[in-house]
């Protein structure tokens, strides 16, 4: 039985954070950015997180390879993946807090993407499929009725251009019920799940809870402090003065709503219906109301 | 054999490379040579290695998994293995790519992961790591009637002091989505590897085989908030830095011991060229913007930094 990640080491080592996509991953990096830095005011969200640099990007793993990623086959990328990994992650030298949104996946020859010798732990957040929808859509400028398609399809990735190049290497998301169970049910590394509502309900809470399964220490003032800093008010306000690196579209803002449960007034009893009757039963064992 | 003219060498190859310039009536001794062999899993004696290679006193092996091994010596010979079922064909890009690379890198050369057309009989270099649009904005230039040098490695080498860089003699490379906005589809060639949409692309406008003064050097950066696409002068520390930070598999020179060669040839670059960072949307959303402020620079229009 995983209990947690464990202190930091001093070699090298990642910490995923993983999710769907727009499930709160953003929210809870810039968490432990603001508590890392220990600031009296709140980090530029432009600015580095010191959270590790982005190993997990086409030109690190170019870079590490030596070989140009957009030559190769996804299937020959992912194969890979986890010695270009564990080197750059042991190159760094302390830990990586590394964002993915891929499901967690294995390559041809059967080795898990993400359990690397240098892999420690995971954190997982869940959000809602139903929110989950309303914000894809809203973030990636496309219908709520596409967004659900490419919630509710195992087939769906981030990164897949054949006629171009992302910087971003494929990402497979197996479809929101896919996604979750690959993460929560493998047994390689420690997980520990977080929902996003019940750290939008007790965000004081649930981080304590996190940062107790990262081995991160921290005072209970501290914990305030970055859960100030990290409010949807402080990211929007920043983002209205400044943009965010992060958009998918620039005319789009990132942080929205931020809310729990928006889903009831955003979309229509038929698109509810149609991410229930895929989902249901991830849906219930999350203790999400179906 | 085949022989061709690549990088500012005469190469023979015992495979295709397409995207090469073909040379003919060859006959003096090549200055470097592919051609198939056994090649080791591992490098005896290896002082650096990575997830995919491997680096000793003058021999760099390489590995593409599932496609082939490369083994890189003395600066002048490549010998590949093709893993099995692959054809020959499927690894001639890698061949051309990182095992020439690190056979330039062996010859001590500075060789820069660099795009380059000819401004006012110069070089001007455009440097990124892959995908930071290179090929696609030296192909929108010389679609613009500027002349086409190198779309991604350019090797400097200094003559009496001034720094220099000859065509690649190799075709631009361009993804299909490229191709097609910049209406490059009747210079398309083959794809550079079968199955990946991307190609061989004759360049609308082949610079003269010559050697060319480096004049200018653009780093491109991606706009990463609410900021305008901008051209921005670069101290001298900052140029030097960039340039290490732009070799072509910017590892091989420190993996090789030639952490010093580098300094000092960044240093010497440094002395003769302006450089600047060329801060633009990636890839095409303001392709058009970004040429526009480029030709505004050339004229000297709004710029006083010339």
């Known amino acids: 039985m995983h209990t947690g990640a464990g202190p930091a080491m001093t070699s090298g080592e990642i910490i995923w954070l993983s999710s769907f996509p727009k499930s709160g991953n953003t929210w809870f990096r810039f968490l432990l950015a603001n508590l890392k830095a220990g600031r009296r005011e ?105 967004a659900i398609d490419s919630l509710n399809s195992t087939d769906s990735c981030l990164g897949q251009h054949t006629r171009r190049q992302g910087t971003q290497l494929r990402q497979q998301l197996l479809g929101w019920t896919g996604h979750v169970q690959s993460w929560l049910d493998q047994t390689d590394i420690p997980v520990h799940l977080i929902r996003f509502e019940d750290l939008k309900s007790d965000t004081t809470g649930e981080f304590r809870r996190a940062l107790d399964f990262l081995g991160e220490q921290a005072s209970g003032d501290q914990v305030i402090a970055a859960v ?19 958009r998918w579209l620039p005319s789009v803002t990132f942080f929205r709503r931020g809310e729990a449960g928006s889903w009831r007034d955003e979309l229509s009893p038929e698109q509810s219906m149609r991410i229930v009757e895929a989902n249901a039963p991830m849906m219930q064992r999350l203790g999400y109301s179906v | 054999m085949n022989y061709y003219r690549m990088c500012g060498m005469n190469v023979a190859a015992g495979l295709e ?96 992961h660099a795009g380059a057309v000819v401004v006012d009989g110069k070089a001007a270099l455009f440097c990124g790591h892959s995908g ?22 350019a090797v400097v ?29 009747e210079y398309r060639g083959p794809a550079v590897r079968e199955g990946i949409e991307k190609y061989w692309v004759n360049p609308p406008n082949p610079a003269p085989q010559a050697r060319y003064p480096v004049g200018e050097v653009f780093f491109l950066r991606e706009i990463r908030s609410q900021e305008p696409t901008h051209i921005e002068r670069l101290s001298s520390v900052d140029t030097a830095r960039s340039l290490r930070a732009t070799a ?29 960072s060329l801060t633009r949307q990636v890839p095409f959303d303001a392709a058009d913007e970004c040429l526009s402020m480029l030709d505004a620079h050339w004229r000297g229009a709004g710029h006083d930094l010339r």
């Open chain 2, 157 to 185: 080498q200094f003559h009496d002091g001034v720094p220099f860089i000859v065509p690649d003699g190799r075709r631009l490379k361009l993804w299909a989505d490229a191709v097609e906005r910049l209406s490059l589809t």
């Open chain 2, 17 to 112: 490379l397409p995207g090469a310039a073909p040379l003919s009536g060859f006959s003096a001794a090549p200055d470097a040579i592919v051609q198939r062999g056994e090649v080791p899993h591992e490098l005896q004696n290896a002082t650096r290695s990575g997830p995919t290679w491997q680096v000793a006193t003058s021999r760099v092996l390489l590995q593409v998994p599932g496609v082939a091994r490369f083994l890189i010596s003395d600066g002048s010979r490549i010998v590949f293995e093709p893993a099995p079922g692959r054809s020959d064909a499927e690894l001639s890009i890698f061949v051309m790519g990182s095992a020439m690379g690190a056979l330039l890198h062996q010859r001590g050369l500075l060789v820069l």
């Open chain 1, 228 to 246: 100030e800093h990290s409010d949807i008010r402080e990211l929007r306000a920043q983002e209205q003065r400044s943009g965010f690196r992060e």
């Open chain 2, 132 to 153: 930071a649009g290179k090929s696609s904005l030296v192909a929108a230039l010389c679609q613009s009637g500027r002349s086409f040098i190198t779309d991604d490695i």
């Open chain 2, 248 to 276: 072509y598999r910017p590892r091989l020179p420190a993996a090789m011991d030639q952490e010093a060669t580098w300094f000092t040839g960044c240093s010497a670059l440094t002395r003769h060229i302006h450089a600047y």
């Open chain 1, 42 to 146: 709140a980090l530029d969200i432009n600015g580095p997180l010191g959270l590790g640099p982005n190993l997990m990007a086409r030109h690190s793993f170019d870079d590490v390879t030596m070989i140009a990623s957009g030559l190769l086959t996804p299937e020959e990328i992912d194969r890979l993946r986890p010695p270009a990994l564990d080197a750059l992650a042991a190159e760094v030298g302390s830990r990586v807090y590394q964002k993915v949104h891929c499901g967690y996946t294995r390559a041809i020859d059967g080795q898990p993407l993400f359990a690397g010798r240098t892999a420690r732990g995971a954190i997982y957040i869940v959000r809602d499929p139903r929110d989950v929808a309303v914000s894809l859509a809203h973030f990636s400028g496309v219908d709520i009725d596409r």
